[in-house]
Each structure stands twice: as structure tokens, then as C-alpha cells.
């Protein structure tokens, strides 16, 4: 009784102060509430994830994998997910301090020297969006690859990922039901637009879902069952939402990763290249059509138009660019409608001009080398995602909020988790998904008749001993 009494007074203190925050942060987002829900959103959110960064600090970082797939806008600058990045990334920031970030190195460093050729035309273009898009940069590339790597490194990289995987299932069934339902209504198949999600936002979510999916990697210790059904229902979604350039992405993943082996199996998948067939000629069709019609404002015209005008706002200044989201402002109001690049080289050409080209290809170009290099088991997945998206790009807006930091938030989770491995290897501990591939090779031997006692198991051994 003592002993409860000495506790109570010990903690009463910490109650009395934590109270007293909870009235003052109430009273203040009341009164900003009055003033500005979209900044007293930001303010509730922020201190939410705070105090669950108190009780474990990996929760931020795995919830910016699936807030990725959150455009909400909160204000006209930033999105939901661009919130839950930046703080996870400041999160991730903190807790970097002995933890192998190292082997990230070569891939900052491409990410800062894009950043750096996209300095100038700060200073020759000196407004407010130029400035706020290019720290939204430094979020998207370098925030990204440290929240992943955290996540993969805390033995995080399956909760957040198998998270973001079920909102875009999410999304896939709600936008072929969408599909059907149009479908009874007027016996025509229409383009599908959710809130906040058009039909190419929705085509490059699924699409980058299905390359996960059929990847499959041995550490995220899916079943094939639960992979397939995945790869199904998001396909099925971007045939829904007809997202052309979401459909070419995907076909582009799924192929890169059926060239390599499978670690689980060692085998290679070859029938996906029958299976892109018919969906390359779905696609070829659709274009051939658009581009043959008289409708001058359908997408594959319109785009058209869009790549003529942004070479022309390109020449005017050709080395550094005009400046970032130059269509947030009124500078050529007159001359060209407002709109943004849909192709990525073309709006990297308008914004930070060849110079900060080169820094994008650069970035790119290492990140797919480093990528390729490394053991399979880790690097295939995050190779066929960056290709899918970049791909993905050709055809449409690149630096789109949560599309943009995806494929650095994958990169930096296989960064991770080979980490995470080598160090349970070097402390001879064993690794989960080692140790399950192994019991399931066991099991199948065991059902094989005739196997004899001590007979070698049958199978490729994963990943146990590669080193990247």
C-alpha cells in the first residue's frame, strides 16, 4: 500500500503536465480551427503521430508507407502524405545513429547531386512555389530512401508494406466496381476517377503494387496464393481505371523481374511474356484510335499539344529552367494554358533546365546500378519499381506526392533489410525467412516418397550466404 502510494505521488506530476498539454493543444486547434482547418489538420496530425513516436518510433515511418497512397490536400501546397513523410523522415533522421546507413551513400549522394543542378534556377527564379517545391524534393528523393531504410532495418518492411499493398487492393476493388457499375448504367467501359485519385494516379498505385506482388521477395513471407491474388485484383484495377502508361509500367516491372531467377524456387517465371501480349495491344489500339479520332481534346492529342508547348516554354530558358511548378503561377498566363509536363525528362527540361536533367538521369542511372548489383533476394523488387515508375513517367506527371516517394521509400527498405540480415548473420542468429524456407523444404521432402534419411533437400539454398 506504501509502495502505491510512493508511485502515485512519483507519477502525479507527469499526469498534472500531460493534462495540462492536452487542455492547451485542445484550446489551440479550437482557435485555429476558426482561423484554418487545413493548418489545424496539420497541427491535430502532427501531434497524434508525436505521441505515438513516443510509445514506439518505427510507427511513423511504417505509416508514411501506406499514407503514400493518402493525396488529400491540406492547403494548396502539401498532401496528407507529404506530412507523414516529412515527419517520418525527421523521425528516421534521429534514429539513423549506428544503424549501417552507410551502404545508402552512393545513392544520397546521386539524390544530392540532382538536388544541387536544381539550385539555380532557385536563384534565377526567385518565387515562393520554386522554393517549397524544391524542399518538397529533398523530402520526396532523400526523406524517402531514410524512412525505408528504417523500416526495412527495424524489421519493419513486411507490416508496412503488406499495409500499403491492402489500401491499393483497397482502391483496385472499388475502382472495378466503379467499372462494372458504369458498365450496367450506359454498356460502355469509362475511365475511373475516385476522390482525390484520377485514373492514372489510380493506374500507377496498382501498377507498382502488382510488381511487388509478382516479386514476391522471400523477406516479406507472403504465400504464393496471397501474391497471385494480389498481382490479380491490382491488375484488374488498372484495366478498370484504363491507366495506359499504369498498365505499360507494370507489364515493364513484371518482365525485369521474370528475367531473374526466382531466389525461392530458381526458377523464372517466362509465361508473364505471353500474358503482356495482349495488354501491349490493348494499349498500341487505344493510342492508334485517340490519335486517328477528330476529338482534339482526348488524351493522347491533348498530350501532344502539352509536349509542343513545354518545349517551347523549355527555350526560354534551356540550361536552368524557368523554375519549379512554374504552373502554379500566371508567368506565361496569355502565351500557354497551365499545365504540368506530363512526361518526366520534359518537366525536369522546363523546371531545372539540361543542367538539372543530368542531375535526374544521374540519379536514376545509379540507383538501377547499385539496384542490379545487389543479391537478388534484396534488389530485384526495388529495381522493378523504380523502372516501373520511371516508365510509368513517360506517359504521365513524374513528381506527384506519394508516386514520387514510393520508389525511394522500396529502395531504401531493401537497403534495409540486407542489413537487418547480415547483422542477425554475423551474431549468429538465424534469419526468419531463412529459417522458413528451409522448414518448407523440409516439409515438401517429406511428403516426396522414397526420400531416404540424410538425403540432401532438394531446392536452391536462399540467400543464406550472399553477400551484396
Known amino acids: 500500500m506504501g509502495r502505491a502510494r510512493v508511485r502515485a505521488a512519483a507519477t502525479a506530476p507527469a499526469l498534472v503536465a500531460v493534462g495540462a498539454f492536452a487542455v492547451v493543444v485542445a ?11 487545413a493548418l489545424a489538420l496539420v497541427v491535430g496530425i502532427a501531434v497524434l503521430l508525436a505521441g505515438v513516436a513516443a510509445r514506439d518510433f518505427t510507427i511513423i515511418p511504417v505509416l508514411a508507407v501506406p499514407a503514400t497512397l493518402v493525396l488529400t490536400r491540406v492547403g494548396s501546397a502539401l498532401s496528407v502524405s507529404d506530412i507523414v513523410l516529412a515527419l517520418a523522415s525527421v523521425v528516421c533522421l534521429l534514429a539513423l545513429r549506428g544503424r549501417g546507413a552507410a551502404v545508402l551513400l552512393p545513392i544520397v549522394w546521386a539524390g544530392v547531386f540532382y538536388l544541387a543542378t536544381a539550385i539555380p534556377t532557385q536563384i534565377l527564379n526567385p518565387y515562393s512555389a520554386n522554393g517549397v517545391e524544391w524542399i518538397h524534393e529533398v523530402f520526396l528523393v532523400l526523406g524517402s ?41 450506359i454498356h460502355t467501359f469509362q475511365p475511373v476517377y475516385l476522390t482525390d485519385l484520377n485514373k492514372n494516379t489510380i493506374g500507377g498505385m496498382l501498377g507498382i503494387t502488382a510488381v511487388i506482388a509478382f516479386a514476391r521477395p522471400v523477406w516479406l513471407q507472403w504465400s504464393p496464393g496471397w501474391s497471385w491474388l ?12 484504363q491507366s495506359r502508361q499504369g498498365l505499360v509500367g507494370e507489364i515493364v516491372g513484371i518482365l525485369i523481374v521474370s528475367v531473374r531467377a526466382r ?6 517465371v517466362r509465361i508473364v511474356w505471353l500474358a503482356a501480349i495482349p495488354g501491349i495491344a490493348w494499349v498500341m489500339s487505344e493510342l492508334t484510335s485517340q490519335l486517328a479520332s477528330d476529338n482534339q481534346f482526348n488524351s493522347a492529342h491533348q498530350r501532344v499539344d502539352w ?19 512554374w504552373w502554379y503561377t500566371d508567368r506565361f498566363a496569355g502565351q500557354y494554358e497551365s499545365f504540368q509536363p506530363p512526361n518526366a525528362e520534359l518537366e525536369v527540361l522546363t523546371t531545372v533546365g539540361v543542367f538539372g ?17 545487389m ?18 513517367a513517360q506517359f504521365d ?45 523440409q516439409r515438401s521432402a517429406a511428403r516426396r516418397p522414397g526420400l531416404r534419411p540424410g538425403h540432401p533437400l532438394p531446392g536452391p539454398r536462399v540467400g543464406a550466404s550472399r553477400q551484396a
Do not use: H
Open 27 to 37: 484550446v489551440a486547434l479550437g482557435v485555429l480551427s476558426v482561423n484554418s482547418t
Open 145 to 185: 530512401l531514410i524512412v525505408g531504410f528504417i523500416v526495412g532495418r527495424a524489421d519493419r518492411a513486411r507490416v508496412a508494406v503488406t499495409l500499403y499493398v491492402l489500401g491499393c487492393v483497397g482502391i483496385g476493388l472499388v475502382t472495378i466496381a466503379v467499372s462494372l457499375v458504369t458498365f450496367a448504367q
Open 230 to 241: 494480389i498481382v490479380i485484383v491490382t491488375s484488374l484495377g488498372v484495366l478498370a481505371a
Open 263 to 268: 531466389p525461392q524456387t530458381g526458377r523464372r
Open 307 to 325: 509536349y509542343a508547348q513545354a518545349f517551347d516554354i523549355w527555350l526560354k530558358s534551356p540550361i536552368f529552367g524557368v523554375g519549379m511548378r
Open 357 to 373: 536533367l543530368i542531375g535526374f538521369l544521374v540519379l536514376f542511372a545509379v540507383a538501377g546500378w547499385y539496384l542490379w548489383k
Open 375 to 392: 543479391d537478388p533476394v534484396y534488389g530485384t523488387v526495388g529495381f522493378a519499381v523504380v523502372a516501373t515508375r520511371f516508365t510509368q
Open 397 to 441: 506527371l513524374y513528381w506527384v506526392a506519394g508516386q514520387a516517394s514510393l520508389l525511394w521509400i522500396v529502395v531504401g527498405i531493401c537497403y534495409g533489410v540486407r542489413e537487418l540480415d547480415r547483422d542477425r548473420r554475423a551474431r549468429g542468429e538465424p534469419v526468419p525467412w531463412e529459417q522458413a524456407a528451409l522448414l518448407k523444404r
